[in-house]
Every structure is written in C-alpha cells, then in structure tokens.
Nanobody
Framework: QVQLVESGGGSVQAGGSLTLSCVAS????????LGWFRQAPGKEREAVAA???????NYADSVKGRFTVSKDNAKNTLFLQMDSLKPEDTAMYYC????????????????WGQGTQVTVSS
C-alpha cells in the first residue's frame, strides 16, 4: 500500500524556520521517488524539492539556499528543512510519490500526502 503522512507545518514569522516530515510506508519508500510540492490559493501546484536517482538534491529556484531536502532511510522519511522563510512561502505543502523521477520533476505524481499548512507572516 502506498502511504504518505506529512507533519510539521505551522505559523511562523518571516525569517523563521520549520521542518516538514513525510513518513512513507516501507513499500512506498522502497519503490517510489518522493518529492515536496506546494500550492498557494489561486496558484498552480509547484515542485519544491526532491532527491534524484543519483542521490542529489534538486530545488526550485525560489527556495535555493533556504530549503534543504534530506532522507532518513532507517525511518522511511523525507524531510524538508525550511529556513529564512518569507511570506511568499505561505502555502499548503504536500509530499508526493511516483515511480519515475521525471514524474516528480513534472508534477505528474501518482500519490499525495494529506498536506500540511505553512503560514509565514511579515
């Protein structure tokens, strides 16, 4: 069964930090690529960060230098460390899973977590 459970969202002031977690089932973690996405009201869902087939992190230009994606293989968990948060980072953040990495890059994701809200105030 494909399972994704997100946590860690909340409300912070600009310049603050949050860490998001995506806990996957062993099956999901072993057989799918995982990535972070976000969607603000009235905007398209966009890819934020993911780890590619070579183990290298990939980031949207808007978050480079501020966000860090990492994995804990022992806990089947994908993390997103968010620092220097800006009001424009306010969005619902989702963990997504797909069997091919290009699907993560293109947003053609087969499975989604429930989402966790991140709100950044000025």
């Amino acid at each position: 069964q494909v399972q994704l459970v997100e946590s860690g969202g909340g409300s912070v002031q600009a310049g603050g930090s949050l860490t998001l977690s995506c806990v996957a089932s062993e099956y999901t973690y072993k057989n799918y690529y995982l990535g972070w996405f976000r969607q603000a009201p009235g905007k398209e869902r966009e890819a934020v960060a993911a780890v590619d087939a070579g183990g290298l992190p990939n980031y949207a230009d808007s978050v480079k230098g501020r966000f860090t994606v990492s994995k804990d293989n022992a806990k089947n968990t994908l993390f997103l460390q968010m620092d220097s948060l800006k009001p424009e980072d306010t969005a619902m953040y989702y963990c997504g899973a797909a069997p091919a990495f290009w699907q993560i890059v293109q947003g053609e994701v087969d499975y989604w977590g429930q989402g966790t809200q991140v709100t950044v105030s000025s």
